[in-house]
């Protein structure tokens, strides 16, 4: 997943400069010419480097403070005046077609509904310095938007009412078999100088979850849908990207997991649980019969640069146990990605009981 060191490229280098300086002022010195050299990029447009760097990361320490540092540069706090905070609400969205593919329009009915609801609990502190976008993005949409415009958004935005300067299109859903859809409802906050942001980012869903997945299903409800709404707490852009787009994965296992283990037991048989990581820089997981080698179904968790193995792992095995599975089966070794030109996913009758 990760490069070797390119002592050419400045941002890397300034890096690993910063994690390897063995005193505090050397470390502080390399931190900010970082910094320096991370604004000048925002500043100049210079999206493509800041992306080539990303990609070229040697370690995922390295990747990881080269993303805090970006992120502090975004979405720092003003001195003076004011800055426009660029946030998302991840919203997954449990849908399917009961009779056959059903399109579930993108944009919302009644948006001023969803930023009255969220203002009357305190997501919202305040109304009038608060612009939400009725439509719903998908992540390519989002990951479209280059680092350089959330930037020069976030210094020249002064009315949250306009939101960012696009013409929004919204991604539509297409409903059919039951899979969980990932969507972002996104806004722009009016933040004054000295003063706490008007959004409330991070924490959790707790006291309005509830109430905003109730109306977001009222309001995308239509014939032949099931449709389960599941917001998460709004953040900053590029944190609800990343976090968003594991809260889809991790759902998109539970929804996976349940349904084989139904039908494994439903047929008297035993599921067993594999969890492996393959070269592609997948983990793929798989739950099958014990006594059927026909009987199985895998799930796909491509990994980002920022993911925690062991933290999916843990999750995982928490979840299989949950689910009342005791034999779990976890692969020390890197699989391979293909067996005879397919996708290759172990099951009990090719792994031994750990």
Not at 68 to 85: F, I, K, M, Y
Not at 319 to 346: H, K, N, S, W, Y
Request: aromatic letters at 6%; proline letters at 5%.
């Amino acid at each position: 997943m990760f490069a070797r060191v390119d002592a050419k490229n400045p941002y890397i280098r300034q890096v690993m400069r910063v994690l390897t300086a063995k005193e505090q002022p050397e470390r502080e010195q390399a931190n900010a010419e970082l910094q320096h050299v991370l604004q000048d990029a925002l500043e100049n447009d210079r999206n493509d480097e800041l992306q080539q760097a990303l990609a070229m990361s040697p370690s995922q320490e390295a990747y990881k403070y080269l993303w805090n540092e970006l992120r502090d540069s975004l979405e720092a706090s003003p001195e003076q005046g004011t800055r426009a905070v660029v946030f998302a609400l991840p919203v997954l969205l449990v849908a399917a077609g009961t009779r056959g593919q059903v399109q579930v329009p993108g944009r919302l009915p009644d948006v001023a509904a969803v930023t009255t609801l969220l203002a009357q609990h305190g997501v919202f502190a305040n109304e009038r310095e608060v612009g939400l976008s009725a439509c719903m993005l998908s992540l390519q949409s989002l990951q479209k938007w280059t680092l350089p415009q959330v930037y020069r958004w976030s210094r020249h935005l002064q009315d949250a009412a306009r939101g960012v300067p696009l013409d929004l299109v919204a991604d539509d859903i297409v409903a059919g078999d039951e899979t969980v859809h990932l969507r972002f409802l996104v806004g722009v906050a009016i933040q004054q100088a000295g003063q706490p942001s008007p959004v409330r980012l991070g924490g959790d869903a707790s006291g309005w979850g509830m109430k905003l997945a109730e109306e977001l299903n009222r309001q995308l409800k239509q014939d032949n849908l099931s449709l389960l709404a599941i917001p998460r707490p709004a953040q900053t852009l590029q944190q609800a990207l990343y976090n968003g787009r594991f809260a889809r994965y991790e759902l998109g296992l539970q929804l996976v997991a349940s349904r084989i283990i139904r039908k494994i037991r439903q047929a008297n048989e035993t599921p067993v649980a594999v969890l492996a990581a393959h070269e592609n820089n997948e983990l793929r997981l798989t739950v099958s019969a014990r006594e059927n080698g026909e009987r199985w179904e895998g799930y796909v968790w491509p990994l980002h640069p920022l993911d925690s193995v062991e933290l999916i792992a843990d999750n995982s095995i928490a979840l299989f146990r949950e689910c009342r599975i005791d034999d779990i089966r976890v692969q020390t070794e890197v699989q391979a990605d293909q067996r005879d030109g397919f996708p290759l996913f172990l099951c009990a009758q090719d792994t031994q009981q750990n």
